[in-house]
């Protein structure tokens, strides 16, 4: 018996499927680097960049390893994802296949 029949796995589910991996990860993504950010600097992350607490560079620097971590992290996630998607017999979209 098939937990999940093969007619759920369509390209229509799968991006459905893709945005909810990728709002969970880019959560889990950001609490991370702003604990490692925290530990490292000593310091809260700056997330505010009027907050004059901060200098702008850790507000860039944090920013863009921010961005960079998270569009990496989503990257490999995604391609792991479509590589799954189509062994369980997945349908992926036309720019995937």
Not at 3 to 12: D, G, P, Q, S
Not at 54 to 63: A, E, G, H, L, P
Not at 73 to 81: G, M, V
């Amino acid at each position: 018996m098939e937990l999940i029949h093969k007619k759920h796995f369509n390209e229509r589910n799968y991006k459905i499927a893709v945005v909810a991996l990728s709002l969970g990860l880019a959560a889990i993504t950001k609490s991370v680097v702003k604990k490692s950010w925290s530990a490292l600097a000593s310091q809260e992350p700056p997330e505010n960049p009027e907050d004059n607490n901060y200098r702008m560079t850790d507000v860039v620097i944090f920013s863009a390893s921010l961005s960079i971590v998270t569009a990496v992290i989503k990257l490999f996630a995604r391609q792991s994802f479509a590589k799954k998607w189509k062994q369980w017999g997945g349908k992926l979209p036309a720019h995937l296949d």
